[in-house]
């Protein structure tokens, strides 16, 4: 084995955030302390654009209150960006940056394009010849990445939107006269992950239960079929609640709705599905009343209805990224495996980040149920386990509190540096 | 005092649910079990449409655990309706229902609209010549009911929302680059209570806390008044989050944001406020980031959040009502009083149900800011004690559970009656 690298650590969110990718920093934070090879333990903040900027804070220094209160905390407590490396000059600024900071551990906590940046900063410090073990730490509400059994944060939005859509189904059966469309747009870019993990919400033995129509983006929308299934629906059920995935195609693979701005990746604005069904519907539909909502960006925040178990989950990815790199493994992305008992068991894994970066998985075809509209029940035994448990919330004068990083920034070492946009 | 009615009691549920209705209906399950000249309860389902058409349920054959259930279960278990009472007829035919099934005790929870139906029946009642108590119990989350300090409902979708706008802070924060621009859209029809409620989300002393502007539809919005805010809050925070009430009118009072549909009782479906201010500002504002969300129904029925303290006196407005009606009161609804110390406290008391009939209680004037888009910290007083308490939600496999009626019907006593539309 070769000898143990001594020095520093950066840990560094990128992507959008989910209810538990603090869970992850704080499983870094608290697996760091346990291993001499560690010196300082550093965040980076606002991802790979503020480390170029030399944004660097002592993870260290915050209080044990703190790093605890991470554990329920939504959103990206460093800050994240979804800032893309262009030139070879942006990697090479990294690696100067980690060079005069003693980085020798670097963890980056991210979704599909964020193991691509970590993948590339591996490459290039190897190139470079500055000695650093780079992991990266899975997390994205899609649940798009591959070779993982699950992604952290998924768990948790599921288990959020599912009870949102109890509670709605509650209100609608109230309300309802055989003529009622609810319509609620999910996120989940290209894959249906998300709106497939709302059937859960289903009682057991209670197929009339909501969601009755769940459409993905791997089903190309076909709207006279749809409109269909909401008639039938609605002769035998009260109201008809449909969940939309923003990222629904035409049979072109054209967005249903899209805004033409694209994020620095190049990926469409995503969202406003929910308001072109409720056209769709009260155009063709008579006497049926349509609502729609689009909880964005609340869903991925939801520390008010995490699952424990995915929270657990995420911490156990950012002790194990530690603990990885510490035994000397670089250029790998800790995966979760499935334990195949019958009693839900999870541990983890490496994976390459090369045969991460980039790839999406999408909701396999074998779960999507014969109308192309609904999911089937195999599909329970995968989501059932991951949405177990509840995170407990503190709250305080009547709303629930979240950690707020001190931030005690880290002397910059270097010449200031311009990001090209 | 007149000889007490022995009888009956019918009790219904009409207009939007909120998370607490059912809170507000077991109060008056559990207190009418108290009284001896209450033989039977019964619950009318759909409200007065279903009375009409005597679908009329036996309560007190329900489980105990489902009524304690009922404690925490959003959306109207009964069923609601917004259906107006036209006819002379219909009015009769609610009597001669209430006549037939020896209805003495008469109770509905429910909003403007409603407690206006509830001061006819009463009305029509005595004219009839059948002898009956008719007390009417507030509910909406919209807290736009005159004379009663606040609504029962309007507690649990505060401290819902400042809840997820919370959530949304720390998502956003850890996104925003100075250049993000989110919109919240919140319910509250004509009366911006809702959205002014949001501003409990601001810590103690962060006053750069979001919500950083407060749109309510008592103000006329100003487009150039609004961009020019947003522009001033993004030069100190990352991010700029909107809190816009889903009924803002323009100076000519016309809804910015308003479907062409009008729902029975003539008034304009609202939503789509969000997108449009969306627009308004990728339009206007240049490298600026616009997100919006529409949350919807979820807000009313959100019962993983609901405030103990609403809860609680939903729950005891539905007892207060039956003690009224037994001790002979007629054509009054309940109203919360509070106390005038400095601790909290809260009390009923009984109102003319004419007086309350299609009133509508906007925001004051001198709680909103100068500015005329902040709330002033006045009005936090009045707000906090509101939020207090988190109503306990029992989890079974990762879901909340709710409670389901059983609804054992009572047999019908007279011919079918047409209800027009």
Redesign the interface.
Known sequence: MEEQLIGNVLVA?SG??T?VINSSLAGVITEALNHECIEDIFGGL?GIAGIMGEQIIDLAAESQQTVRALRH????????CRFKLKKDQDYARVIEVCAAHNIRYFFYIGGNDSQDTAHKISEVSEKMGHQMKVIGIPKTVDNDLPITDHCPGYGSVV?YL???I??????????G?HDLV?I?EVMGRNAGWIAAGTV??KRRNHSEDAPHIVLLPEVPFNAQAFLEKVKEVLKNNKYCLVVASEGLVDENGNYLAASE?LDSFGHSQL??VG?YLQSLV?NNLSDI?A????????Q??????A?LTDSNEAFMCGQEAVKAAVNGENGKMVALVRGDTDKYSCQTTLVDLKDVANVVKTFPANWIGEDKMSINYQFNRYI?PL????VELP?E????T?AHLAKNMVDSKLEHYEISK
């Open positions: 969110q959008g955030p209810a606002n905390t939504p959103g990206a407590a460093l800050g994240t288990k599912a009870s949102t109890r509670e709605l189904s509650a209100d609608h059966e109230g309300m006269n609810s609620v859960v919400a701005t969202g406003g308001d009260t009343k609502r729609s909502s689009k909880i964005g960006h609340a991925r925040a939801a520390a008010n209805c699952s059932l949405i177990q448990g509840e709250f004068n009547g709303l629930p979240f």
